[in-house]
């Protein structure tokens, strides 16, 4: 506890003596005194009192400033805000005990009790963040998972808010309200302007180092801010060897602020102890020990010496400072922050082979020591002990030679002998080594950066950028660090699986495999070793005299925690095939497979030459139990980016629309690597002729040139398709030119298609097995809609495809893919689709398909098998809206009545004929006629050929007159075999083209939509076989619902919503929208204020909510009725009266003198507008008495406004209100806001007119909408 204040009171008796004010500064100095105790007072805090050991009451301290570090970091604080939630915690742990409750003070934890004071010192320092961002670093601090997603509405995010609020009261009755820091970082620089040293970087960064990595100790509680302020100036001066000069009466510098030397060296050594405190263990890895168990790269003076003794005074220098020149030049060039060669002359000394470098173009070298020497050299000296350190910096491979230790301010490097040697007197100035000096610091290998970087630091330069858990919470790498090329090691991990049978391998893409999950385990330990290796390497790589460095060394110990269980990404493999020497490269899909088994895609089955046939039985117990495919060998490797690849196709003929977004597609969904000399195979999309085309490709070669593989993952890939050989070549180019002379709008070809309209027919041609394809854009969505297409010649093989275009339907109807279509054999073919039709709801256009039946199969690019050429097919198609009363003629209308009196129907031909002629029609008839037997009603010509050709389906209803309409009758409702899609991997197949057609337009999962919230064409998703019901419900396909899980911020409520939910959450603002009471306007007509106050966020009653309603019953706003305010007692209201009266009188008699007024009350608003002049008193009472008979009537019932004179931005927002209430017809309109609407959204928005408008579309009711509620 802290000891009683000195400060004697007067007893109560007498009076108060006059004193003179204490000086701010003083009353500073009082307020920090009560908060420094002594060693004995630190070694008892309550803490310490409930059973905490002193060690284990350092460590949480340490943890806790720790905790303050990192969240800083991931909220990017100030480091003064830092120094001060450190203090705070420093100060609370001297009144709150850790180990159990203390009067009023519960037990805390120390998480807790740094959070809480994090949260009180970013408010003391100004420099506040959301409550929202500072639980999220909490969480992902405490939890050490700098990526950890937290939902504001789980219970860990309540728990930490709900804790820090708590506990703000309780911190701050610990400190008794007393929130003065005095940081000694500004002291620093106040100091070092003084002194002008302030551009000497390795001073200011050194000493901002110590002043920084005081605050994770108790110092704070030992000295003021000044004095610890001079000691890290002080020892700064020491490491870089700088002078400071005396004042003119000959005092040293640390006097002049009045802070003697022993304060300051008692400061330096607690500083040191913080140093030599470091575990020998860092991240489990040793980094440094002694011969005790107890080393440290530090070491200390153990037996302090005399005030003003040899040593204690280097800083100081009798004559002004002048930096000598070759150590300006070192400083300015060759720094922490220049080149390597720069550092590794200052710093280290030694070339890349761990050899000392030369001294100042000296070409000796000198002669590497053994740890044994540089120990025995050292403790006959007096100074501790170094052995740990050297043995570190030989076993972490460190380029400095053992032997050597750093020079300081001139950047030579000496030899240990003179360095461990005393320095003789007369010794030149900026000359003195460090190591070896009485009391202060003996550099040796370790490096901490000056600010907060991913550990462990690597030199390789990356040129494509991926996420990892540092991006999140680690600033750009301060340009203090100064990065060693080292040869970058990989992951090393290896095993043998049996290879699973495909019927048990779910369908992989590309280079995919499914792994088991020991694999997984396997290598995460691996990870964690290869981190553990890097540590070792780039451990000695830190400086710990940068500024931030002991709380940048404890931020990436802890990001290494986090890192050691990384993968690298993306993960690829070595796949060996041990029976037949095969290797191919592969990414992960999965670490889903069985134990012991590795699935693989059938790309690499082919790779690794595998088949299923190669499975052998196990027997187990004399069983066969289950079937085992071959062995197969995994590395885990690690594969260069690529940046070229060249592709040669073993077909000719090859010529899709664009090559770059074929393979970028594919590649991207498919592939992480490509194998040199494996066959690559692409999809690629619908020819002219409905075929899926496929192009096979050989990959012959890369850059960077030598790798049997390449990685595709987050690089920019170039692409060469060259031919294998000029033949292939020329075969292209003849295609091609082929092709050519058949593309759709040429001679020969079908027709291009386009927009078609229902006022003019479209005439065109197709080829058979072809698509001429048109959009209807338009049309009368309330009639019904006749699509009809005749064949000329009476072609029967020319087909009417239709599929509505919506955000449901993306794909361009095809044979096998359409919503509505006409497959009879007939030369005209109709399809009427009703207003009604359900596939129409949600139709943009009409996309209509012209298919050309082709009876022969036809290759993949499209070439018939035989080589005929195939004649276009002429059609004439168009849109038109039918008339009601005419009947259908889709449908046969048979009627019975005859056409003409005495006609009779024979019985033959079906045909009307007079009675008279009836008997030698019938002979002719029954003669040379026949009636089709099966009931189709024709009529045939016996022994002709259409009766020949006449068929009909055995299976249904079906009929036609030519074979061609034989033939695509059975090929699309009885092909040949069974039908599955080849878009999905359902179980369901089909009998029929139409079938098949339904499914592709319904539930395939790949039939093409536009998602509605990431508003791109992609595939629908979800399992045919089993629909998803929530996606049936909810009316989404399978891609909506899982997209729409995302969310994003409402617009008008800032809540984290759903995007599959933000229509109901809408409808729900639209309901308290139409339920919102409406603005009162002031009844001043020249104001634009109304009485409650409109808020941003749609609150029509804000400013009453929040007590700073109008006040008065008179119906004004708070402004306008400020000026007519008494607190004289007036219960029928005479005196407002009077009030009101004489407002007006003044204002017609003597104006306002504002040019701007409007007021038509007023003297000035009437000279502005041209009314008239001044007005009399006798004339102005008759005009003012109506509004005083009507001041305290109720609205409607006689109540009257008022004309005062306001403001000019009152007066403007009044204007451009009564100018929005007129827009859409003003009062009369059915459209529009009501005045009292845009007075309350211009008062909300400060005059803002855009944004004015959209508040009202946002939170006003329209006037055709009305109230609801």
Not at 596 to 622: C, H, P, T, Y
Request: proline share 7%.
């Amino acid at each position: 506890m802290p000891p009683p204040s000195n400060i004697q009171h007067l007893p109560a008796t007498h009076p108060a003596t006059r004193q003179r004010p204490k000086s701010p500064e003083r009353v500073l100095a009082e307020a920090e005194a009560q908060w420094l105790f002594n060693e004995e007072e630190l070694a008892n805090t309550p803490s310490i009192q409930d059973g905490l050991s002193l060690a284990e009451e350092r460590s949480l301290r340490a943890k806790g400033v720790n905790f303050i570090v990192q969240c800083g970091i991931m909220l990017k604080l100030p480091q003064l805000t830092l120094s001060t939630a450190a203090v705070f915690f420093q100060r609370f742990l001297m009144r709150g005990s850790l180990k159990r409750p203390r009067g009023d003070i519960p037990k805390l934890h120390h998480y807790t009790a740094a959070a809480t004071c994090l949260f009180l010192a970013t408010k003391v320092e100004e420099s506040c963040r959301k409550m929202k961002e500072m639980v999220l670093a909490f969480c992902r601090t405490a939890q050490k998972n700098p990526n950890l997603v937290i939902d504001e509405q789980s219970k860990d995010f309540w728990r930490w808010r709900d804790s820090v609020m708590n506990e703000e009261d309780v911190l701050l009755e610990a400190l008794c309200f007393d929130l003065t820091v005095e940081s000694p970082h500004r002291a620093l620089f106040e100091m070092l302007k003084t002194y002008g040293v302030e551009h000497n970087k390795r001073l200011r960064n050194a000493a901002w180092g110590f002043v920084t990595d005081s605050n994770n100790t108790q110092l704070c509680l030992l000295c003021n801010s000044r004095t610890i302020a001079v000691a890290a100036l002080y020892a700064a001066c020491r490491y870089v060897d700088v002078s400071i000069p005396d004042d003119k009466a000959g005092r040293p510098w640390w006097e002049r602020q009045h802070v003697s030397l022993k304060d300051v060296r008692q400061a330096v050594e607690y500083m040191l102890a913080n140093y030599d405190s470091t575990a020998n263990k860092i991240n489990g890895i040793t980094a440094s020990g002694g011969s005790e168990g107890n080393g440290s790269v530090y070491a200390a003076l153990a037996t302090p010496r005399a005030e003003g003794a040899e040593g204690w005074d280097r800083v100081r220098s009798a004559s002004p400072f002048v930096p000598p020149v070759g150590s300006e030049r070192r400083l300015s060039n060759t720094s922490s922050v220049g080149t390597k060669r720069g550092r590794d002359e200052r710093d280290v000394g030694t070339n890349g082979d761990g050899e000392a470098g030369q001294e100042n173009g000296d070409s000796k070298r000198s002669r590497r020591r053994s740890p044994r020497e540089v120990e025995a050299a050292m403790e006959a000296n007096g100074v501790g002990t170094v052995q740990g350190e050297e043995k570190a910096s030989v076993e972490s491979g460190n380029a400095k030679a053992e032997g050597e230790v750093p020079g300081v301010g001139n950047g030579e490097s000496r030899k240990p002998d003179a360095a461990l040697a005393p320095d003789p007197e007369g010794s030149e100035e900026g000359t003195t080594p460090l190591l070896g000096q009485p009391g202060f610091i003996h550099f040796v290998t370790s490096r901490i950066t000056s600010s907060p970087l991913p550990f462990p630091p690597t030199g390789s330069h990356i040129v494509f950028r991926t996420t990892s858990m540092d991006d999140d919470i680690s600033p750009p790498a301060s340009p203090v660090l100064e990065s060693r090329p080292h040869p970058q090691p990989s992951l090393t991990w290896s095993t043998q699986l049996a290879l699973t049978p495909s019927s048990l391998t779910p369908p992989l893409p590309g280079d995919k495999i499914l792994l088991p999950p020991s694999a997984l385990e396997a290598l995460l330990s691996a990870a964690s070793n290869l981190s553990a290796d890097i540590v070792r390497r780039d451990l000695p790589a830190f400086d710990p005299y940068n500024s931030s460095s002991y709380s940048t060394y404890r931020a990436a110990e802890a990001q290494f925690q986090d890192q050691k269980q990384s993968l690298p990404y993306p993960l690829t493999f070595r796949l060996v095939n041990p029976g037949n020497g095969r290797v191919v490269y592969a990414g992960i899909r999965e670490f889903s497979a069985e134990d012991g088994q590795v699935g693989l895609s059938s790309f690499l089955r082919g790779a690794l030459g595998v088949e299923d046939d190669n499975a052998e039985k196990v027997v187990v117990d004399g069983e066969e139990k289950e079937e085992r495919g071959p062995m197969i060998t995994i590395h885990a490797k690690q594969l260069p980016k690529g940046t070229f690849v060249k592709l040669r196709p073993l077909e000719p003929g090859y010529d899709p629309d664009d090559w770059k977004a074929l393979l970028e597609q594919h590649l991207r969904q498919n592939y992480t690597t490509l194998t040199n000399g494996e066959v690559l195979v692409v999809p690629g999309g619908r020819a002219s002729n409905g075929k899926k085309e496929e192009f096979r490709f050989l990959i012959d070669g890369f850059k960077p040139e030598g790798a049997d593989a390449v990685c595709v993952v987050d690089t920019d890939l170039e692409v060469d398709i060259e031919a294998l050989n000029e033949d292939q070549a020329r075969e292209t180019m003849k295609r091609i030119a082929a092709k050519m002379t058949k593309m759709p709008g040429s001679e020969e070809g079908s027709s291009a298609g386009g927009e078609m309209d229902l006022f003019k027919a479209q005439e065109g041609q197709v080829l058979p097995g072809e698509y001429v394809d048109y959009q209807l854009p338009s049309w009368n969505r309330t009639q019904p809609l006749e699509i009809e297409l005749e064949a000329e010649d009476g072609v029967e093989d020319v087909n009417l495809l239709i599929s509505p275009f919506s955000p449901t339907q993306q794909s361009k109807p095809r044979i096998d893919g359409y919503v509505f279509a006409e497959l009879e054999g007939r030369p005209t073919k109709r399809i009427r689709l009703d207003p009604s039709n359900v596939e129409l709801e949600t139709a943009e256009a009409l996309n209509i398909a012209v298919y050309g039946f082709a009876p022969e199969e036809t290759q993949t690019n499209g070439h018939a098998a035989n080589g005929t050429t195939h004649v276009p097919r002429h059609f004439t198609l168009r849109a038109r809206h039918p008339d009601p009363k005419e009947p259908s003629l889709i449908t046969p209308q048979t009627s019975d009545i005859p056409p003409n009196e005495g006609d009779v129907r024979c019985k033959n031909c079906t045909q009307w004929v007079p009675s008279r002629t009836l008997m030698l029609h019938e002979n002719f008839c029954l003669r040379n006629n026949l009636l089709c037997p099966k009931g189709c009603g024709q009529v045939f010509q016996k022994r002709s050929p259409e009766f020949t050709s006449h068929w009909h389906c055995p299976h249904d209803s079906s009929y036609g007159n030519t074979p061609t309409s034989h033939l695509q009758h059975d090929t699309f409702f009885h092909p040949s075999s069974v039908l599955r899609c080849p878009d999905c991997s359902t179980s369901e197949t089909f009998s029929t083209l139409p079938t098949l057609a339904h499914h592709r337009t319904s539930t395939c999962p790949g039939k093409s939509i536009l998602c509605r919230f990431c508003h791109l064409v992609v595939p629908q998703e979800g399992d045919p076989d089993v629909p998803n019901a929530e996606a049936l419900l909810s009316d989404m396909t399978p891609h909506e619902l899982a997209d729409g899980a995302r969310t994003t911020e409402c617009h008008l409520c800032n809540k984290i919503v759903r995007l599959r939910d933000m229509d109901i959450h809408l409808k729900n603002h639209d309901l308290d929208r139409y339920s919102r009471p409406p603005p009162i306007v002031c009844r001043n007509v020249n104001c634009g204020r109304t009485l409650d106050t409109c808020s941003h966020s749609g609150d029509t009653r804000a400013g009453t909510k929040m007590g700073q309603g109008p006040g008065n019953d008179v119906g004004l706003c708070s402004v306008c009725f400020g000026p007519l305010y008494v607190s004289m007692y007036d219960p029928e209201n005479k005196a407002l009266k009077r009030r009101v009266e004489r407002r007006y009188l003044q204002q017609l008699g003597t104006g306002c003198g504002k040019t701007w007024c409007n007021n038509e009350f007023c003297k000035t608003g009437r000279t502005s507008k041209g009314i008239g002049a001044a007005v009399s008193t006798k004339d102005a009472i008759p005009m003012v008495k109506p509004f005083l008979d009507g001041l305290l009537q109720p609205a409607g019932q006689g109540q009257t406004g008022l004309h005062f004179c306001v403001n000019e931005q009152s007066q403007k927002r009044r204007g451009m209100a009564e100018l929005l209430a007129a827009e859409d017809g003003g009062p009369m309109g059915k459209g529009g806001f009501s005045l009292e609407w845009c007075v309350g959204a211009l008062e909300a928005e400060k005059g803002h007119l855009g944004e004015a408008r959209g508040w009202l579309r946002n939170w006003a009711v329209e006037r055709g909408e009305g109230r609801r509620g």
